[in-house]
């Protein structure tokens, strides 16, 4: 398993962004597919947006256009950019690191849209 830790959440106004960082300790970090998912209270965990080893991104449908997911392999990094943001995008922000049968997460991070 490779270790994560996510940074960059806080609180925010609607209509205002964030850039949600996460950072692994994975030596062939290039080779994993890396993914956000959020889970907002007393909901369950969903994909937010995704992104394989070839940079292949996806988006759940109440992000696109507003979201943007990257890496940097270099870094060993994740991000994501979150803009126009909405009250309903108020979660827990996960990243996790998916390589063959074996998946990993981080603590989470919190992000809170509101006025």
């Known amino acids: 398993q490779v270790q994560l830790v996510e940074s960059g959440g806080g609180l925010v106004q609607p209509g205002g962004s964030l850039r949600l960082s996460c950072a692994s300790s994975?030596?062939?970090?290039?080779?994993?597919?890396m993914a956000w998912y959020r889970q907002a209270p007393g909901k369950q965990r969903e994909l937010v947006a995704a992104?394989?080893?070839?940079?292949?991104?996806t988006y759940a449908d109440s992000v696109k256009g507003r979201f943007t997911i990257s890496r940097d392999n270099a870094k060993k990094m994740v991000y994501l950019q979150m803009n126009s943001l909405k009250p309903e995008d108020t979660a827990d922000y996960y990243c996790?690191?998916?390589?063959?049968?074996?998946?990993?997460w981080g603590q989470g991070t919190q992000v809170t849209v509101s006025s």
């Open positions: 996790n690191a998916v390589l063959g049968d074996i998946g990993s």
């Open positions: 994975g030596s062939i970090f290039r080779l994993y597919d």
């Open positions: 992104i394989n080893s070839g940079s292949n991104t």
